[in-house]
T-cell receptor
């Protein structure tokens, strides 16, 4: 069964460094999403991406964040200058319209020291 | 601001019994409703979706939606130890991301 994959599973970085989190959505899906979950808190929407542009973004998704689909398979989330409070699990998800069921990848645990 | 509210629990249910999970949402424009299960340290796994008022059954699971009351519920029959997880209620429209509740921690007692 097709699934969303994410790499790396765990990323440790120093505060102020740039990180790129990678996702490979399900191959025929068209909408892509990033979410984050701070330890012990709820899953929060960051951004949705369709047709090579951002569809919607939350208040969390500020200028430190960017997304890109550099080729036909990868979908990346870049954090330009990480802060301690960026430490969280980051989940990628995808869906194929007209269905709107989102399928989640296993997540990347980001630890900012 | 869209909000989804759930009782955080823990909700403790004997094995084989029915577990009842509830959720309310604030945005009357919400069109799609989902239940996900999340084990500790793992990603959300879809249990089922519901779009219309009424009940929807899938195996041991029944989702119920009442748009007038802005209320969604999930019944789990014949609860199994593998159902022990945090159950997340989520709502959305297509372009928007999912708005999740904090989840209900369900414990199935053997």
């Amino acid at each position: 069964e097709p699934e969303v994959t994410q790499t790396p599973s765990h990323q440790v970085t120093q505060m102020g460094q740039e990180v790129i989190l990678r996702c490979v959505p399900i191959s025929n899906h068209l909408y892509f999403y990033w979410y984050r979950q701070i330890l012990g808190q709820k899953v929060e929407f960051l951004v949705s991406f369709y047709n090579n542009e951002i569809s919607e973004k939350s208040e969390i998704f500020d200028d430190q964040f960017s997304v890109e689909r550099p080729d036909g398979s990868n979908f990346t989330l870049k954090i330009r200058s990480t802060k301690l409070e960026d430490s969280a699990m980051y989940f990628c998800a995808s869906t194929l319209p007209p269905a709107d069921t989102q399928y989640f990848g296993p997540g990347t645990r980001l630890t900012v020291l | 601001q869209k909000e989804v509210e759930q009782n955080s629990g823990p909700l403790s249910v004997p094995e084989g019994a029915i577990a009842s999970l509830n959720c309310t949402y604030s945005d009357r424009g919400s069109q799609s409703f989902f239940w996900y299960r999340q084990y500790s340290g793992k990603s959300p796994e879809l249990i089922m979706s519901i779009y219309s008022n009424g009940d929807k059954e899938d195996g041991r699971f029944t989702a119920q939606l009442n748009k007038a009351s802005q209320y969604v519920s999930l019944l789990i029959r014949d609860s199994q130890p593998s159902d022990s997880a945090t159950h997340l209620c989520a709502v959305n429209s297509l372009a928007d991301g999912l708005t999740f509740g904090k989840g209900t921690h369900l414990i199935i007692q053997p």
